[in-house]
């Protein structure tokens, strides 16, 4: 495993992406995949958890829904794609895969505490959400994920 398994699983994923013929949706999937993944690295970082293994799950967590089109059960669906694909290029262990799949399984569940691994996907998913149109309405489920994040990123200016 001497390969930056990120870049292995980007190649992954940008060719599934790139074969997307819905450019709005492809422009979509990109965005809130790699945003999510990025969130992931800058929330691992703050709090201590294995960056690579988070970025990883960022940007696997909705490649089910991208791929297939179907929201429906996704977060369920999208772990077992992820053992899927892990398990194909091989660039995770046993463990590894279990926490990566475990944290995209429970990445929808914005009411609950789980693992601090699996914390870190739930709030770069509501980080990515709520960035990507800071203008929009911040969607009730996810507000209250997101003013702690904004409190423990010490972020000022911030409105309601």
């Given amino acids: 495993m001497n390969e930056n398994r990120v870049e292995i699983l980007r190649k992954y994923i940008d060719e599934i992406l790139l074969n997307m013929d819905d450019t709005e949706n492809r ?3 990109y965005l809130h995949l790699y ?15 294995n960056v690579e293994l988070a970025t990883m799950a960022g940007m696997l967590h909705d490649l ?5 089109g179907n929201h429906n059960n996704h977060a369920v ?5 992820a053992r899927e694909v892990l398990g194909e290029l091989k660039i995770t262990t046993p463990d590894e895969t279990d926490m ?3 944290a995209i399984h429970n990445h929808n569940v914005k009411d609950r505490k789980f693992s601090k691994f699996d914390e870190v ?7 990515q959400h ?3 149109n800071y203008s929009a309405p911040i969607k009730a489920h996810e507000k ?5 994040l904004i409190e423990e990123f010490s972020l000022t200016g911030v409105e309601d």
């Fill in 35 to 49: 945003g999510v993944s990025q969130a992931c690295a800058l929330i691992a970082l703050k709090r201590g958890v």
């Fill in 100 to 102: 990566i799949c475990t």
């Fill in 64 to 68: 089910h829904t991208f791929k297939t």
């Fill in 121 to 127: 996907l739930i709030d770069a998913d509501v980080m």
């Fill in 130 to 132: 709520v960035l990507y």
């Fill in 27 to 29: 422009r979509i999937a």
């Fill in 77 to 81: 669906l999208g772990a077992l794609l």
């Fill in 144 to 148: 209250k994920r997101f003013a702690s």
